[in-house]
């Protein structure tokens, strides 16, 4: 317990006995502050859970890191620690950065659907003064693309332009207006090919196909992934009570974000690239720069500005970040690219224009005997993410319910539009809505309530699913209790009046993608953090987590406050630039939250162990006497004794300097060995329910959504507010795709709306009151039991919407957006159907229960025991899909039914029954070709 | 998104403009008129119809007035809207259009000249090069309507202005002026076929004011907007209905966004005998949107008769 330092050893006193000053014992502040107030605050035993004393309940049970509680920051509402820089305008967005000396890049784009590129000239644009540099493909032979398996781009068009929009040549000049002369100068000579624009087209055989794959190429389709699955014992089909078929149609949308693309590319006096871009996953842009650019890494170094809204658009590894780069190397001076927002809309990666088809079965019990989904996707000119999208659409219908069979066929297609990528609730969201609307049918045709038939069909927590997917938390069930209480569902479902109604839908999603794609996770870790401090004490962060207005950056500095008990403001977290972050594999599935944090958590540990140990060191008392707050380390049985978070941190420094952690996450081993089942293996998954409101204007078919109530379970809230914030804000995107966004491609195969006035995303009016509620199921190893809150929410409120709008006017629609036009044209063709004069009169539906209702409520009221029992870790007797069936969960249930398949390809006889998608099984591939088909 | 250069003329009054206008004509010049800017900007930032001058009437006083009989070219929609000096019909119609950011500087005038839309043509110059572009807007290349093809002489985007029918409901006047002097037409008659012509501007002229009959006070009524959101968004469809407080027959009825003009019904409503449902069915039979906004024609044609009910309830 010194009070400062001294320049030399020896003595502490600094006055000789004659009252003069001792030389060379001058005495000085010892560096840092600590933190803006002097006093240590008291524990918030508001924020430290039950177990370790405090008054948080844990009513899903403990966590692993209960005991690193400090009641500092985490579960706290905290406002984002970028926000301030953000509403003051010095956050520095893409196209806010600028170099000395920067020129603007222009790109050329393709004016056909389809075509060869026979030749192109440059002379012109060369020859204009102001021009500095011109890039055509030859410059950039290498391919890219986001998933290594699936590498089908090239920086500019090498044979082929693709889609409208697609990139032919590149310009770069002293300013904007040159640089857009110079493009208009570049004379391009294209031989026009066939294209195709209707995805049901794409799985037919043509002469040129948009990609060619070679040996694995199928057929000469231009399918580009086709999926079967099946799962389950499917004979029992048959018997069912009740089914549902619904055949769906949803238009792309797109992901509509706030800041359109910008890069600028700068080779630096040492010959390194430095690329300053709004990526969400700057990992992935690095390697296909080194790749497309032939140089080592190394040698980039990929800066991420401020992200203005990314939503999975500004993922992938882009095109022009590569014609950046290749024009500021020619040009020798940096080179800027800021999109208009059309071209946004053509490089695209929006959600996938799909035609989906469900058939849902339930039998006598009203349990679910099947779910057969067929979903066809229009994956446009590229592949982006589509192999792992074509998955999706199917693995993750495969909870929150029970099953007894599932049966999947997808293919993903190319057409020649721009195209379709990663979208918030990825893969997942249109087959959910299907699936969800068509439990409402279901439970109509079972005469029971909607609600309850789902909380007797639920998966309890720590199960597994029919494919094999690794449940843990699930907080599904009070997901749908709380909106079913907070909605006041039993007063209203079913008996509003003509025009008003009421649905509900709910969703599931992978809290982090159980791989990681470019390596294997038992030989490296999905996320590494670093952690430094020097004597300052402030708190430097190194993570590649990519902030892109999600909270990511804040969500890291709460769980490193909340385990070093230090105020936010001591923590920085520095995520900008390849060169100082750790690997990382960005910002999408939903794994920032789970997997940084986990990571931040490890590393905070290693130095809270190295401080508590200094402390106890200077105490001489045991370290497990020893709790943290507010920057502080002392006596649990007397806080006088104790010394500060600088002390501590001073002496654990002698003798090495800063301390430095580093921490990892990887996940662990799980999931089935077919083919594709890492598709949609996830650490965790999240739960939600959301229940609408709507107002049908019958006369318009105009729809007004009101309310929404929306439960979402995150396993923890670490920050309550951003929490909100996302359920709020994935309505808002949720309503957009099922009320009025649409990328509408007119007859000729144009996109009609690249803009937003045309493109409709709703605005404030559009808004419904939406009532978050977060539910928290403790995930066992989620950081201090967190999970996502990002994608996930966004899922429940297309159908919820849709089942309203159903209760309203009783008129089920399958083609999103739900826009005025097809509401009006369904009622008019309902009420010529039924000889209906005026819309005033349209019958609303009403529910009369069948016997089935009390027995569902039994069920779900036993399985609600069950599940809160597992919940809380009081049970921990393994499940498996089909314990509601009576199979027992020690044993596979394909050695306890003869029928029960596990299949990823179609046997020859299936090949004629299966569905659109399905089709494209009928093809053969090129290599089975050759061996003598 | 870089618009073009041209030259902006900035005259202090009337007269001034005149002069500058008539001048450009002597030289043989084009030029566009610039109000709010609202419209024209987006337009040449798109590289659409663009012209080398700009006169702008931003710095002539005095034109912005808003009384109950009289408003000002240059009257912004905003205080159209929440002034309450104008006319409650035509302020619910100003309070209607796009959103409160566009609302502060879109003027009046700018409203009633504004451009014809179609999807066709309101895109960048890339986009319209990929389809070898319009013509409403061909760049020389003569090219042909890609809303109907195989026809060149007819222009059918269209007109979706709120203002206009709520003016041509209570009888107003449009007050115009150019080098030939002013001149006064009923708004009713201002618009022309077709969406190229827009209405009976000649060059060098503008619209100065547009009043009110003396008696429009005792006037009632309402606009109806379909549109997909509630800001921002232009009229799918509209309909104004107007009359005399206590006197159903002096009904008169206009609608807008249907056609390249925006129309007046008095022969529909004439036919009618003052029956809603009949005037609401004539005006559909009588009205042919084509395919060239967010919502299709045949939804737009059919809300009609929703709208037009639904400004004539009382």
Redesign the interface.
Known sequence: MTDGYVQQPGSNTDVRVDGKRVAGKIKFNPPGSGGSRPEMADRDMDFIPEVEGGNESQPAGQHLHDKYRTGTSVGKRTPLVDGNAKVTGQAWYGDDVRLPNEIIGRIV????HYAKVKSIDTSKAEALPGVLAVSTGADAPQRFGVLPVTKDEHAMAVEKVRH?GDLVACVAAID??TA?EAAALIEVEYEVLDAVHDPKKGLLDVDDPIHWRGQYHIGSTNVQKRVFQEFGDRSKLEQARATHHGKWKFMGVNHGFTEPHAVVAHWDSNGRLQLYTPQQVPHYAHRALATVLDVPMHQVNVIRTFVGGGFGGKSDPFPHEMCAAILARKAGRPVRITF?R?EVFWVNRGRHPSHIEVQMFADEDARISGFEIDALIDGGGFASFGHVTSYYNGVLATAPYELGSFHYTGARVWTNKPASGAMRGHGAVNTRCAIEVGMDDLAEKLQVDPIDLRLANLLPPHSKTITGFRITSNGMRQALERVREGSQWDSKFRKLPLGKGIGIGCGFFISGSGLPIHWDPNKFPHATVHIQIDMDGGVTVHTGAADIGQGSTTAIAQVVAEVLALPLEMIHVRSHESDTSPVDLGSYSSRVTFMNANAAISAALEIREQLVDAASGILDMPAEYLILNDRRIYSKRDPAIGVSYLEALHKSQEDKGALIASGAYRTPPMGGVHKGAAAGLAPAYSFSAYVAEVDVDV???LIKCTDVWAAHDCGKALNPLAVEGQIIGSCHMGLGQVL?EQMVY?R?G?L????L??Y?I?????MPNVTPIIIESCDPEGPFGAKEAGEGPLLPILPAVVNAVYDAIGIRINDLPL???KV??AI?KKMKREDIAEAQDLPTPRLDFSELQQKIVQRSSQHGGRDSRRQRSEDTDPYINGVLFGFDPTVPPEDQDGDWKIAVRPTSEQLEGLGLAGSAWTKIEQRKMEDGK | MLMPPFELHHPQSVEDACVIAAGLLEAGEEFDWVAGGTDLIPNYKWHINTKPHVISLAKIAGIDSISLTEIGCMARLHDLAEGGNAHPLVAEAASKVASSLIRRNATLGGNLCLDTRCFWYNQTEEWRSSIDWCHKCDCGTGSDCRVIPNQNELCVATYQGDIAPTLMVLNATAHLIGPNGPRNVLVNEFYQLDGMTRNILQPGEFMLKVTLPDDVEDWIGAYRKLRVRESWDFPEAGAAAAWKKGDRSTLRVATTALESIPRRHDEEVAISNGDVKAICNAIYDSTKPVNNTALPPRYRRNMIKILVKRACEE
């Not at chain 1, 784009?109 to 056909?112: K, L, T």
């Not at chain 1, 009609?752 to 803009?755: D, K, L, V």
């Not at chain 1, 709703?762 to 559009?766: D, L, Q, R, T």
């Open positions: 784009r393709s004016p056909h409208v904007e207006p857009r208009d059309e006369e318009t078919g009025s007119g000729t144009h009609q709306n690249p803009n006035l045309d409709k709703p605005s404030v009016h559009e826009t005025p036009d009006w044209a008019a």
